[in-house]
């Protein structure tokens, strides 16, 4: 049974710091992708940034330069390293795990994977 479990989050200010961590257990890398989603309220889940099982990257634009994904496979757990924090980044997020490709990278669309974690909410005050 696969079983992903997210923690980090909190309420930080403008411009700081966040690391997201998502420790999965059952679940095996082979040729599929991992990713962070976010939902803020009223708005419908986006896909904010997956790495594929090869270490292939993909960020949404509006995280390009700012958040960076990883994943350590020793201890079975992968990150987001959120800087540059925005009000608008506000909201609930997501680990996410058995995920499909599209050619060479990752999809960054909800359908596209099979499981998920319970969230882990991030705050960011004006």
């Known amino acids: 049974q696969v079983q992903l479990v997210e923690s980090g989050g909190g309420t930080v200010q403008t411009g700081g710091s966040l690391r997201l961590s998502c420790a999965h257990s059952?679940?095996?890398?082979?040729?599929?992708?991992m990713g962070w989603f976010r939902q803020a309220p009223g708005k419908k889940r986006e896909g904010v940034a997956a790495?594929?099982?090869?270490?292939?990257?993909r960020y949404a634009n509006s995280v390009k330069g700012r958040f960076t994904i990883s994943q350590d496979n020793a201890k079975n757990i992968l990150y987001l390293q959120m800087n540059s924090l925005m009000p608008e980044d506000t909201a609930m997020y997501y680990c996410?795990?058995?995920?499909?490709?599209?050619?060479?990278?990752?999809?960054?669309?909800?359908?596209?994977?099979?499981?998920w974690g319970q969230g882990t909410q991030v705050t960011v005050s004006s």
């Open positions: 790495i594929g099982s090869d270490g292939n990257t």
């Open positions: 996410a795990a058995g995920g499909a490709y599209s050619g060479s990278w990752c999809f960054l669309s909800e359908v596209a994977y099979n499981y």
């Open positions: 059952g679940y095996t890398y082979n040729s599929q992708c």
